[in-house]
């Protein structure tokens, strides 16, 4: 099986998640989906924060807690979906603090502005750009967070260099996202439903330091987070095809010992 381009793997995501969008399901089926938000280490009083639809259970993690976002600081947040994570972000930043959330589908960033015209935020804004090439000015941020998305970029050490070059000297990456403890066969890489559903496109951890690293980060964790086994099987048995279609490429190792729920965190010197 021959391996997608960069414009494919964009094109497949960007159709799968403007679909997620214009169904309006809390729930993307055959896709990386938490119906349950504390799984992923949400609580009752941020899911209940938002206006119903900006959540739509698309997330492997909680990048607020990552953050530890202060008032009047500036939030980016990469691959911002409906909204779920700006929201709760503007919340902690307060009035004096801003938000923008950058998003390559036109249909999430139509859902998006609803939702917080719906919350009536004026701190918050929505940008139409890709996370490779971001449309934010340089060291113009304090935070980048982002939720399950930077495993669906096909230039991921792009991403990272962009995440740099917008944050302020001392700025912070807090970022949820799925990546692997070895480097997945070429069949799960080149298989766009297992890349739009967050597994196929995952970068091992070692990779992930080492563009962190090159980008210009400091103190670069990646770790796995709390349970993450256990979503990584729930997601597979929520979508029965395609993790069938895991379970016979991964071979005798069980899919959710190679691919982890992680919490990745650096610094900008």
Request: charged content about 20%.
């Amino acid at each position: 099986m021959s391996q997608p381009t960069p414009d494919t793997i964009r094109q497949s995501v960007r159709e799968r998640y403007g679909g997620i969008a214009r169904t309006a399901s809390s729930c993307c089926g055959p896709s990386c989906c938490t119906p349950d938000s504390a799984a992923i280490g949400y609580s009752a009083e941020e899911t209940a924060a938002v206006p119903e639809g900006a959540n739509l259970g698309l997330g492997c993690g909680n990048p607020q807690t990552l953050a530890a976002l202060r008032p009047g600081e500036v939030v980016l947040d990469l691959g911002s979906g409906a909204g779920f994570d700006c929201l709760l972000a503007a919340h902690a930043v307060g009035p004096t603090g801003r938000v923008i959330g950058v998003d390559m589908t036109p249909d999430m960033l139509a859902r998006a502005r609803t939702n917080v015209a719906k919350a009536g935020l004026k701190h918050v804004e929505f940008r139409l750009g890709e996370i490779e090439h971001l449309p934010v000015a340089d060291q113009s941020v304090d935070v980048v967070i982002s939720n399950c998305v930077v495993n669906l970029s096909p230039d991921k050490p792009a991403v990272y260099q962009e995440a740099f070059r917008v944050l302020r000297p001392g700025g912070r990456v807090a970022v949820s996202d799925i990546v692997t403890r070895v480097a997945l066969p070429p069949e799960i890489t080149a298989d766009l439903a297992l890349v739009g559903a967050c597994v196929g496109g995952a970068a091992t951890v070692d990779d992930t330091v080492r563009w962190l690293e090159a980008a210009g980060f400091v103190d670069v964790q990646v770790r796995a987070r709390p349970g993450s086994a256990e979503l990584i099987r729930s997601w597979l048995e929520l979508a029965p095809e395609l993790g069938a279609k895991a379970r016979r490429l991964a071979g005798d190792v069980a899919p959710e010992e190679l691919v982890i729920s992680a919490s990745i965190e650096a610094r900008r010197p």
